[in-house]
């Protein structure tokens, strides 16, 4: 049993509501005193504010080239659009400037919206310590007292002109609508007309600082620009064509077009010539092959006076011949037809050996008709190869004359592109500040004539009900004193250094409690 004593491991009973509430029991006094105290303060700063009005506006932001950031020079391909939510969070923060506000203050007058301070800025004056320490420094130092009392004047009236806006920009709310391009402004005061007069001069400043800042008298630049680019360029113009004049050009991509349309023009020729003439000189070498060849004359007559046996003799052969050639297709060579006709044949031959003819001595010779032909058509051929000749050494001259000009226009050209290149640059940059011209004189009018992409959907206007903010605060501090109350009775609680009872003792030390005597005060006798 002992030993499951030793091994038991007590644990603390956890805070509950009731341990809770109980400590707030305890400190009620305090509670109590502290919650008074909240709403007391809450209560009177209330009833110093009274009945506070609030005016509203809302402003319409369209789209416009504000927005959107391009180039000057050159063609508009770098651009930089603001979205929708950049470009109306960015003429939100405008409201917030403290110069439109300090402007706005000084249309509507610090003495009309907060009366104090217009007060203190009427009656302003040194403190007396300020103006004795100024003639203390004056009378060591020897500088100018006056400068120095006029300068430390000045800073305490910019102080209280700095308190004025501080508290404008309290007064003041400017919110955006969500997924439209639309700022609403508000802004409180005790008078409902005050209210409305300090929202609308608000809004009528905004829309003037944003034309002076958005609206740049950039025409001028722009036309000079543009003028000097005009210059440039004519002068270029007048360049381009004095150097087609002196180098004979009119069109520069067409000539040389032509040009290099000639050359293969002429290349084509010149190896068809040479072809051409290679086949001549062929023909030309074959004919005179021919004539080297042929004879001078020919046997035109010849006359044979002895009577020709052996004629007769061939003539009977071809005959045997010829029908020994019939019988072999119809019987074999071993048959007795073909052996007698081998046999007449053979005879035959034996007589035509026998009898030669005998040679004429009558002849005639003539010039040989086809050596006349052949020297004919090597005359001609001759002619056509000195005509290819002639003609294929003026196509060569002719390709060399092209071949020079387009070298000629090869180192011309890159002048040429040069000239060109800066011409088309000068034009692009003509149009552009042209254009740009253009949309500046558009933009300036639009600035004379108050133009631009704002427009005020709700005027400001005096509201005819406020808000009591002695029953707002009034409630804020009831449940602001509750909140403190009992967050105050609970930090006196975790920081005593005693317990006040048994459950304290437990969840202190971590030990349990094994006897709790009460304290019994004596009773009077």
Not at 12 to 32: A, N, S, T, W, Y
Not at 387 to 398: G, I, V
Not at 438 to 445: P, S, T
Request: aromatic fraction near 6%.
């Amino acid at each position: 049993m002992n030993q499951d004593i030793s091994n038991h491991v007590f644990t603390p009973k956890p805070i509950g509501v009731r341990d809770v509430l109980l400590q707030l029991f305890r400190e009620r006094v305090l509670c109590r005193n502290v919650f008074f105290l909240v709403l007391l303060s809450g209560s009177l700063v209330g009833l110093s504010m009274g009945t506070v009005y609030k005016s509203q506006a809302s402003i319409l932001l369209l789209p416009s080239r504000e927005y959107v950031y391009s180039q000057e020079v050159g063609a508009n391909v770098n651009t930089l659009n603001m979205t929708s939510e950049e470009f109306v969070l960015s003429e939100a923060e405008m409201f917030k400037d403290r110069r439109l506000i300090r402007r706005t203050l000084e249309d509507v007058g610090i003495a009309r919206l907060y009366p104090p301070l217009g007060k203190q800025l009427d009656d302003i004056r040194l403190p007396l310590w300020k103006d004795w320490l100024i003639d203390v420094e004056q009378g060591l130092v020897g500088f100018d007292g006056q400068l120095e009392r006029r300068k430390a004047l000045e800073d305490a009236k910019l102080a209280l002109i700095d308190a004025a806006v501080t508290r404008f920009q309290k007064n003041l709310k400017v919110w955006t609508v969500k997924d439209a391009n639309v700022i609403s402004l508000s802004f409180n005061h005790k008078d409902p007309v005050q209210a409305a007069d300090a929202l609308s001069s608000l809004v009528g400043l905004y829309q003037e600082q944003r034309r002076r800042i958005y609206s740049q008298m950039r025409s001028g630049m722009f036309m000079a620009q543009r003028n000097r680019y005009a210059d440039r360029l004519a002068d270029m113009e007048r360049e381009i064509a004095n150097f087609k004049l002196s180098n004979d050009i009119s069109a520069f991509a067409d000539q040389k077009s032509l040009l290099v349309r000639q050359k293969a023009e002429l290349s084509a020729s010149r190896i068809d010539a040479e072809t051409k003439l290679r086949e001549v000189v062929g023909r030309l070498e074959a004919v005179r092959k021919k004539i080297a060849q042929v004879p001078a004359e020919v046997l035109n007559y010849q006359e044979n006076m002895v009577e020709d046996s052996a004629s007769a003799a061939r003539n009977s052969l071809v005959s045997l011949e010829a029908r020994r050639t019939e019988l072999l297709t119809k019987f074999r060579p071993d048959s007795q037809y073909v052996k007698d006709l081998n046999e007449q044949v053979k005879a035959m031959r034996e007589l035509r050996d026998s009898s030669p003819p005998m040679l004429s001595h009558r002849r005639q010779v003539a010039r040989n008709p086809v050596l006349e032909e052949l020297e004919m058509e090597n005359a001609k051929r001759s002619a056509d190869a000195a005509s290819l000749n002639n003609r294929l050494q003026s196509l060569k001259e002719q390709e060399g004359l092209v071949d020079a000009q387009l070298r000629n226009y090869d180192r011309l050209e890159s002048t040429f592109n040069s000239l060109t290149i800066n011409r088309a640059i000068l034009e692009e940059n003509f149009k552009t500040y042209s254009q740009k011209v253009e949309e500046a004189l558009i933009q300036e009018e639009m600035d004379r004539q108050k133009m631009d992409n704002v427009r005020v959907i709700e005027e400001p206007e005096a509201p005819r009900q406020g808000v009591n903010m002695f029953k707002i605060l009034t409630l804020l501090s009831m449940i602001l004193g509750g909140v403190l109350a009992m967050a105050t009775a609970l930090l006196r609680h975790y920081l005593r250094q005693t317990f006040l009872s048994p459950q304290d003792a437990e969840r202190g030390l971590g030990l349990p409690v094994l006897v709790a005597i009460p304290l019994k005060t004596p009773t009077a006798p």
